[in-house]
């Protein structure tokens, strides 16, 4: 049981994107520019401190959430997915003409206690 996925959609986007730039990561801060919608970057591009929580990877690129966030967060499940339109980040999927976006359920009580020990 992981804490996050990936749509297969949403995986070719990466991939491709992978092959432009390199290594990847995802960040999702709820900050500025698109909020909470999860970023893309070239990795290094992006800096991470002790405050950013690795969820887990989604097609081989590492998805890191703001500790605030995670807050809020901590209870769901999140599948990264993609839709048309620009989004008003510095995500590498904009100028495609895309954007990232999530969706979320909550977590079952096996899945969050499943979670509780493994975290």
Known sequence: ME??????????IIQQLKAKHGE??????GGCCDGSAPMLFEKGEMYLDES???LGA??????????????????????VDVTQGRGASFSLEI?????????SRLLTEEELAFLAKKD
């Open 58 to 79: 989604v097609a081989g690129v590492n998805f890191y959430m703001n500790q605030d966030q995670f807050e809020y967060w901590k209870h769901t499940h999140l599948t």
């Open 3 to 12: 804490r996050i996925k990936i749509t297969a959609e949403a995986e070719k």
């Open 24 to 29: 990847l990561i995802f960040h999702q801060s």
């Open 95 to 103: 100028p495609l003409g895309l954007r990232f976006l999530i969706h």
């Open 52 to 54: 950013d929580i690795l």
